[in-house]
């Protein structure tokens, strides 16, 4: 089991950027695949970003694509999401996820552990 908690989280204006990190519990950190999701306010939990258990690979959804970087970093049991150039429509509660599959998905039901969310708000 591991438990996963985000920080990083803020408010700020339309260009800018913020780095959300989250930090996972236990030491089988490198045996999960990671992956970002938000959730606006009356709307469904969207896939944001995904990372392969060495990192090697990566999988971002097209509203994020050459905006957003997701990394990790084993040795401190962390991984980040990096977003720039921000829009009034990224604003949410960002949350991470683990899976323990090999394979990088997109599905909220394909996770196996969540963090608690950290909100996002970006002003026009």
């Known amino acids: 089991q591991v438990q996963l908690v985000e920080s990083g989280g803020g408010l700020v204006q339309a260009g800018g950027s913020l780095r959300l990190s989250c930090a996972a519990s236990g030491r089988t950190f490198s045996t999960y695949t990671m992956g970002w999701f938000r959730q606006a306010p009356g709307k469904e939990r969207e896939f944001v970003a995904s990372?392969?258990?060495?990192?090697?690979?990566?999988y971002y959804a097209d509203s994020v694509k050459g905006r957003f970087t997701i990394s990790r970093d084993n040795a401190k049991n962390t991984v980040y999401l990096q977003m720039n150039s921000l829009n009034p429509e990224d604003t949410a509660v960002y949350y991470c996820?683990?899976?323990?599959?090999?394979?990088?998905?997109?599905?909220?039901?394909?996770?196996?552990?969540w963090g608690q969310g950290t909100q996002v708000s970006v002003s026009s």
């Open positions: 996820a683990a899976d323990r599959h090999l394979l990088l998905s997109e599905y909220v039901r394909a996770y196996d552990y």
């Open positions: 990372i392969s258990r060495s990192g090697g690979t990566t």
